[in-house]
Nanobody
Framework: QLKLMQSGGGSVQAGGSLRLSCVAS????????MAWFRQSPGKDREEVAT???????RYANSVKGRFTISLDSDKNTLFLQMNVLKPEDTAMYFC??????????????????WGRGTQVTVSS
C-alpha cells in the first residue's frame, strides 16, 4: 500500500529556514516524478518543485535559489529545504508522487498520491 508520511514544517520568522520530509512506503521514489506542492486558503494548489531520477529538478520561479528538493534513495525519503523564507511562502505543503518522469509546469492532476500536508507559517 502506497503511503507518503510528511513531517517538518512549523512557524518561523522571515529569513529563516525549515526542512520538510516525506517518507514513502509501497514504492521506490527514485523511479517516479516526485513533487512538493503548496496551497494557501482560497488559492489553487501550486507546484513548488519536482525531481525525477533523483537528479533532474525543477522549481517554481517564486522559490528558485531559496528552496532545494532532494531525495535519499536509501531512506526512500523526499526533502524540501526552504531557506530565506518569506511571508508569501505561508501555506500547507504537500508531497506527491506522479508519473515516471517530470515535465515543465506540472499540475496537481498529474499526481496520483499525496501526503496529508504540513503547515508552514512565515511571519514578517
Amino acid at each position: 500500500q502506497l503511503k507518503l508520511m510528511q513531517s517538518g514544517g512549523g512557524s518561523v520568522q522571515a529569513g529563516g529556514s525549515l526542512r520538510l520530509s516525506c517518507v514513502a512506503s509501497g514504492l521506490t521514489i527514485s523511479r517516479y516524478c516526485m513533487a512538493w506542492f503548496r496551497q494557501s486558503p482560497g488559492k489553487d494548489r501550486e507546484e513548488v518543485a519536482t525531481i525525477d531520477g533523483a537528479i533532474t529538478t525543477r522549481y517554481a520561479n517564486s522559490v528558485k535559489g531559496r528552496f532545494t528538493i532532494s531525495l535519499d534513495s536509501d531512506k526512500n525519503t523526499l526533502f524540501l529545504q526552504m531557506n530565506v523564507l518569506k511571508p508569501e511562502d505561508t501555506a500547507m505543503y504537500f508531497c506527491a508522487t506522479g508519473p515516471g518522469y517530470c515535465w515543465d509546469h506540472m499540475v496537481s492532476s498529474n499526481f496520483g498520491s499525496w501526503g496529508r500536508g504540513t503547515q508552514v507559517t512565515v511571519s514578517s
